[in-house]
């Protein structure tokens, strides 16, 4: 089976400083891992997707995440955090099938401060 | 380009009343069709997909249902709506070889 932990719910920064969320997964087959953002009552967008190419993936507003198959870590940082970065992110696993059923970890809030 | 409508947007629903909430992608044919409820602190839940017409998979038992009449089309339905049903639902789709989803905008139910 596979799983997806989020740790820490609610992270709060400074405008500017450093975003760190973090997610581990849990899979027995190689993941295909993904990191959505929702802002409040939209959909969610996808930020970044690991396939299985590049270990150090690039999204879209600045933001990447690096696949450490060791740590089965996949956690998302931006140098530089800005005020509109503020919602709520989802790290998400699935098989590596097409099609397969994403499963979502619990979500993290980010809040940006000036 | 693939787009996908959900809705409505919000709908207040008295309970034991009945539900169905409408779900279409364009610009594709056969995509692999979810239903996923968000509730506050839960994260997001699978509650059904679909992989064609008429095949509907259930993650959870609970008090809903979901029907593919069309390929494009996804519906979440239920008879008798609990108060427990109320949360942010939302449709996704996910094209054959492709990874990642594609998701509506979500509808705001609360079951009052």
């Known amino acids: 089976a596979q799983s997806v932990t989020q740790l820490g719910s609610h992270v709060s920064v400074s405008e500017g400083a450093l975003v760190l969320l973090r997610c581990n997964y849990s899979s027995s087959v190689p993941p295909y891992l993904f990191w959505y953002v929702q802002y409040p009552n939209q959909g969610l967008q996808l930020l970044l997707k690991y396939t299985s190419a590049a270990t150090l993936v690039k999204g879209i507003n600045g933001f990447e995440a690096e696949f450490k198959k060791s740590e089965t870590s996949f956690h998302l940082t931006k140098p530089s955090a800005h005020m509109s970065d503020a919602a709520e992110y989802f790290c998400a696993v699935s098989r590596g099938q097409a099609g397969t059923a994403l499963i979502f970890g619990k979500g993290t809030t980010l809040s940006v401060s000036s | 380009s693939q787009t996908i409508h959900q809705w409505p947007a919000t709908l207040v629903q008295p309970v034991g009343s009945p539900l169905s909430l409408e779900c279409t992608v364009e610009?594709?044919?056969?995509?692999?069709l979810y239903w996923y409820r968000q509730a506050a602190g839960r994260g997001l839940q699978l509650l059904f997909y679909s992989v064609g017409i008429g095949q509907i998979s259930s993650e959870v038992p609970q008090n809903l249902s979901a029907s593919r009449p069309q390929d494009r089309q996804f519906i979440l339905s239920s008879k008798k709506l609990l108060l427990s049903d109320s949360g942010f639902y939302l449709c996704?789709?996910?094209?054959?070889?492709?990874?990642?989803?594609?998701f509506g905008s979500g509808t705001r139910l609360t079951v009052v």
């Open positions: 610009g594709t044919s056969n995509p692999n």
């Open positions: 996704a789709w996910r094209g054959s070889g492709s990874h990642g989803y594609t």
